[in-house]
């Protein structure tokens, strides 16, 4: 009975091993030269020089309307920033760091006697089974899992992005 259940757990692995797929994707194609988000739209798009090479739809910050000042605000920034990091174990499948706070960002909340926040990025799901309703982020710009899989591919560090109202 051992030797038969042995025998067929490692089957089991063995063929699960063989349908795991890595959350690393390989892209090959024209360079990811600006992305660029619409918040009103809840779009992003990836675009080499003027041609949109993808479109996703987006979740944003729980609060989305304006643009961040302060942290804990739950905005998602405006403006003109470059993908500097990413996190290939973040706790939202994979992330791109977004350069948020720039020197105007700081320069603004010290005014309000505020720390501007930070930690934006662009990333997955923390939940991948349960379907995000609205925007509930903290002022990331959220796609889902197999999206953000793409994205974290094609997007390299140092691409400029811009975040529109």
């Known amino acids: ?3 038969r259940t042995l025998i067929l757990g490692g089957t089991a692995l063995v063929a699960l091993a063989g349908c795991s ?3 690393f994707k390989r892209y090959r194609g024209p360079e990811v030269t600006y992305v660029v988000v619409n918040k009103e739209d ?21 609060s989305p309307i304006g643009h961040k000042f302060i942290e804990g605000d739950g905005r998602t920034p405006e403006g003109t920033y470059i993908i500097d ?24 909340a010290a ?22 309703k609205g925007d509930w982020t903290w002022g990331c710009i959220a796609v889902t899992n197999k999206e953000i899989e793409q994205v974290y591919a094609m997007v390299g560090d140092g691409t400029p992005i811009a975040i529109n109202p």
């Open 42 to 62: 809840r779009k992003m798009y990836l675009l080499h020089h003027d041609k949109v090479l993808e479109e996703y739809k987006v979740k944003l910050g729980f």
């Open 21 to 23: 797929t890595s959350k």
């Open 85 to 108: 990091r990413r996190n290939p174990n973040s706790r939202f499948h994979l992330s791109l760091g977004i350069s948020y706070p720039n020197d105007q960002d700081r320069a603004t």
């Open 1 to 3: 009975m051992k030797r």
């Open 111 to 132: 005014e309000m006697g505020k720390k501007p926040g930070g930690d934006i990025f662009i990333h997955g799901q923390e939940h991948p089974l349960k379907k995000d």
